[in-house]
């Protein structure tokens, strides 16, 4: 079955730039039309959506972050990406990559999640 | 502070029936968006556990059910069993953000 997979520093410092790569394994990233997404996880506990990439090449990122953050497809290597830029102490958090069926269904599949630390 | 609305905690004795309720607004879940449930363990990712109105993937026992009128959403569990202690959390799609959003989730303690 298709798994997903993060991965990518786990210490970041501030003012830099952030950097995941979710690896899709048992099907193509390009089959489908699927919501690849970001979505990551405070200490404190809450969910935050970061946005998401459709199959198409189309993004969609939350408001609160969409100045600093990008994702990207790499259907060469089957691979989804986010940088999020300018990160300080409040960007750290457990960052899982996931997938949905299209925008109003439910988030199926989930990365296992990396922790990704902001501290100089 | 999150768009949809939990209890931080509910807490019930084996064999009980608890519910967790998910407040949003017009933007979401009154908008007319599926509100879907998750429960995460410790140290692990969520799990969807109730997808929209009540669809359960396979291998979720039907103790868990889900239901949605105007903005708000309940998810009940009955014969409360001690593996059901866990972080639950509610999630529609928002019009308003074109994205996702989240419940502040609920810890559920089985006494």
């Known amino acids: 079955q298709v798994q997903l997979q993060e991965s990518g520093p786990g210490l970041v410092k501030p003012s830099q730039t952030l950097s995941l790569t979710c690896t899709v394994s048992?099907?193509?990233?390009?089959?489908?039309?699927?919501?690849w997404s970001w979505i990551r996880q405070y200490p404190g506990k809450g969910l935050e959506w970061i946005g998401y990439?459709?199959?198409?090449?189309?993004?969609y990122y939350n408001p609160s972050l969409k100045s600093r953050v990008t994702i990207s497809l790499d259907t060469s290597e089957n691979q989804f990406s986010l940088r999020l830029n300018s990160v300080t102490a409040a960007d750290t958090a457990v960052y899982y990559c996931?997938?949905?069926?299209?925008?109003?269904?439910?988030?199926?599949?989930w990365g296992q999640g990396t922790l990704v630390t902001v501290s100089s | 502070q999150s768009v949809l609305t939990q209890p931080p905690s509910v807490s019930g004795a084996p064999g009980q029936t608890v519910t967790i309720s998910c407040t949003g607004s017009i933007s979401n879940i009154g908008a007319g968006y599926d509100l879907h449930w998750y429960q995460q363990l410790p140290g692990t990712a969520p799990k969807r556990l109730i997808s929209?109105?009540?669809n359960r993937p396979s291998g979720v026992p039907d103790r868990f059910s889900g239901s949605q009128s105007g903005t708000s959403s309940s998810l009940v569990i009955t014969g409360l069993q001690a593996e059901d202690e866990a972080d639950y959390y509610c999630?529609?799609?928002?019009?308003?953000?074109?994205?996702?959003?989240f419940g502040g989730g609920t810890k559920l303690t089985v006494l």
């Open positions: 999630q529609a799609y928002d019009r308003r953000l074109s994205g996702w959003v």
């Open positions: 048992g099907g193509s990233i390009s089959s489908g039309g699927y919501f």
């Open positions: 990439i459709y199959s198409s090449g189309t993004t």
């Open positions: 929209g109105n009540n």
């Open positions: 996931a997938r949905a069926g299209y925008y109003g269904s439910a988030i199926v599949l």
